[in-house]
């Protein structure tokens, strides 16, 4: 159940007339009351005899009453709007059961508590199965204000006791971080515009997209405007920049004029601010750094989140998961066309895991953004589009650890975000990985090759052996040991090392996981001669440690 207040100015008249009009889109049926203040509210749908507008005027102005009784001693805000939307798959409620919800929500918010008869006045209006509309006026009808302190959260609150009581979806409890919402009106237009997301939504994806590519803030507005969007900068009178709105090509209000959305309203960490701090982090390291393949450095960081994400430190965390984020918002962009739009679900949908109320270090995450732009610039897939199923590969990982590193933390919305996001990103990741697997397998080695690198995978790792060599990945792997041995590599070196890097306890194939870190591993520069003998006697140890049993939600 979600509730969602909306406050304003003025008189209740627009909204009671919007409440028993037909709606912006004919949605409202049957529009009546199901509780008020007194039990005695006039009900505009339920007077046959009488004049709609009468009774409409005739209620707004009782509600309206304590207000107008202070005259200019009224508070700047008089109205408060709160619609309780059930679930699609809730049992549909009567009106009695949605006059106690109404009463429930109003004693909780501070606007009518129980037994106080002289509370502000509110009327709860049902015009549709899954949901009603409150309305109230922000003066007690003996002249003072409510006391409504944090009335959102004790909202919520009510809203989690009201699902559990009346068997309803019970929704993840928020922290207070997410994104605002598209409002009725902003979904109803795109609806009647045949559009899949509105306009906030869609501004909200090109802005992260912006913020994810660009490494100075002179980029981010460029790339803003190549996007197609109108940027509108907030200057004080010194001509510094302090802000900025963005709008979409097209969408106006009734008087023809952009409607514009300040970044900080789309969500909280895409105000200038916010992101002129994520940029600062951004900024290239003073060392020069190695060229290399994007894909493979992408690849590595990625797969170094689990770690950050297991090291105790919150920020370090954080920062990792925002970049994890950022990079999910590019591939998009780089991917074929036939997981595009999968991926870009997964990327919306994970958005919501990037954020806490814990701040994040931006500065342990700059190798996973710093190659994730390079990709997004050169988009050109890593030969037969094994770069993206590698860095898909460890992307699995970093989200499940992501889904219970938010799970230890209570962040309940987030945790539930990570795991919507694996099931995307596993769509992608079948789709992507078994075309590049065929073609690996249909150029496996002799049999004799084989035989002698399962005898050195049976005596390095005995407990996961049997499962590789009968696994159908388990050609391609040895496709790829053949052609790294071909390069020059020593494969057994080769396999040590790929088998160092972590342990497969979590993965649910691994033939598959080895074969991404020893594809990567043999488009490296092979080394020479002496360094293959010194690598033979240092090979690192394999960690010991398993990780917990939440990481094994992870699917492939």
Known sequence: MIPKIITGKGSTRRLIAYLFGKG???????????ASWNAFAPDPGRSPHRDPKEVEKQLHTQLDQPVAMLGRRAPKTTVWHCPVRAAREDPILSDAQWAEIARR???AAGIAPAGDTDACRWVAVRHADDHIHIAAT???QDGRRPRRDH???AVQREARKIEIDYGLRRLKPGDGTAAKRPTSKEVFKAKRLGEDATSREILRLRVRRAMAAAS???EFFALLDATGLNVRPKTEPSGAVIGYSVSLPGDVNKQKEPIWYAGSTLAGNLSLPKIRKRLAATIPEPVPVRPGNPW???TAATERIPHHL????DEVGQGQ???LGGALDLLPLTAPAAVRAELERAAITFERATRSRIAADHDSARALRRSVRAIWKDPVPHGDGAGLAMLLDVALTAVAYAMHWHRTRQHAQQQAAAEQTLIHLQAVYAQIAEPVLVGLASRAPSLQTKRRYAYHLQQALPEHAERILNDPAWDALSTVLAEAEAAGHNASTLLDRALSQRTLDDARSPARALTWRVRRLGERHAPGPRAQAANARHVPERPAVRPSQEHQARRR
């Open 151 to 153: 009335d959102i959260r």
């Open 296 to 298: 493979h450095q992408a």
């Open 105 to 107: 929500i109003v004693a």
């Open 310 to 313: 297991g090291n105790g430190n």
């Open 138 to 140: 922000l003066v007690r």
């Open 24 to 34: 912006t889109a004919n949605e409202h049926i049957d529009p009546h009351l199901v």
């Open 216 to 218: 100075t803030e002179t």
């Open 321 to 323: 998961l925002d970049a």
